[in-house]
């Protein structure tokens, strides 16, 4: 199993950026597709982010296209999410998750492995 532990949220105004890690441990980063979801108050969680094993492919949701970027280092077993042009609709708590499957997925369910979250707000 792996042990996912994220951190970097935090309180940012609108237009502004934020880098959340995802810091893996018992077993490797490179083993995972992982993802990034949030989950805003009152509404399901949602996926944001997903990034292949090595890196070379990644997915986005449409809301994010274009202003966030998700990578990893596997060397690190570290998982990254950089946001940029932040807005209020980005509020939320943000979940990465790890998928021991071959392939990229969007679905939630398919994601064994969760961290606990941090806490992203940004004020308009």
């Known amino acids: 199993q792996v042990q996912l532990v994220e951190s970097g949220g935090g309180l940012v105004q609108a237009g502004g950026s934020l880098r959340l890690s995802c810091a893996a441990s018992?077993?490797?980063?490179?083993?995972?597709?992982m993802g990034w979801f949030r989950q805003a108050p009152g509404k399901e969680r949602e996926f944001v982010a997903a990034?292949?094993?090595?890196?070379?492919?990644?997915a986005y949701a449409d809301s994010v296209k274009g202003r966030f970027t998700i990578s990893r280092d596997n060397a690190k077993n570290t998982l990254y999410l950089q946001m940029n042009s932040l807005n209020p609709e980005d509020t939320a708590v943000y979940y990465c998750?790890?998928?021991?499957?071959?392939?990229?997925?969007?679905?939630?369910?398919?994601?064994?492995?969760w961290g606990q979250g941090t806490q992203v707000t940004v004020s308009s």
């Open positions: 998750a790890a998928d021991p499957r071959l392939f990229i997925t969007m679905r939630r369910d398919e994601y064994d492995y």
């Open positions: 990034i292949s094993r090595s890196g070379g492919s990644t």
């Open positions: 018992g077993r490797t980063l490179s083993s995972y597709v």
